[in-house]
């Protein structure tokens, strides 16, 4: 392998495994211990966690085997093994986390902070070629199927279908809305990240000249 290769490859892990840790914070330090509703697989491991208190961490790299199998399937053995190295490290980091009691703070500042973290460590995480897993593999195929939809836009809608299930466990509704907030928030800060603020236009000039 290239020297230049093996640079690029280096910088990637790198780059994921700080978007990882962004990731870890807004999820661990924020969103979960306020019990705030949140999209994807982290979203089930977090129901999980409610009702039996079994780690974040460790609940999302479970569920995300038999996924992590469809994706080398359909998405390659480069995607997986970054997502793989993604899933470890969030672990390895919520495995830290999870050991410190926080204060407690404004639920919508925690909100808000939370939904920054996830947006810009997933955003970074993707930007580099890996993912958090789970229904990120399933936004990956979808995307890949209508790649003129904007990543964030297929995540909100993946998130939003993991939201409306832990309606049924939270049963409270300003949890659920708190979650909306952080979905749609982090879900555009993930296209911000990933695409920049760049608009394009095209304009069609039909003439006989």
């Known amino acids: 392998m290239q020297q230049s290769k093996v640079k690029a490859l280096v910088k990637d892990y790198l780059m994921i495994a ?5 990731y870890a ?6 969103i979960v211990p ?10 089930i491991a977090a129901i999980l966690y409610q009702l039996t208190g079994f780690p974040v961490g460790t609940a999302s790299l479970i569920i995300n085997i038999p996924l992590i199998v469809i994706g080398f399937w359909k998405l390659g053995h480069q995607f997986i ?12 980091y919520d495995m830290v986390l999870s050991q410190f009691t926080y204060p407690e ?14 947006g810009v460590g997933m955003g970074l995480q993707y930007s580099y070629g890996g993912s958090t897993g789970g229904t990120d593999i399933l936004n990956r195929l979808i995307q890949k199927k209508v790649p003129h939809v904007q990543l964030g836009n297929v995540v909100l809608l993946t998130d939003a279908v993991v939201i409306a299930a832990s309606a049924i466990v939270f049963r409270e509704m300003e949890t659920i809305l708190y979650g909306i907030i952080v979905a749609f928030i982090h879900s555009k800060l993930i296209d911000y990240v990933i695409y920049g603020t760049d608009m394009g236009k095209m304009i069609l000039i039909i003439t006989n000249h």
């Open 81 to 92: 093994f970054k997502t793989f190295f993604s899933l470890a490290t969030f672990t390895l």
């Open 25 to 30: 914070l807004g999820v661990s330090i924020f």
């Open 105 to 118: 703070f404004d639920k919508m500042l925690t909100a808000l902070f939370g939904a920054v973290l996830i």
């Open 18 to 22: 700080i978007g990882s840790a962004i």
């Open 34 to 43: 306020s019990k705030i509703a949140l999209g994807g697989v982290t979203g």
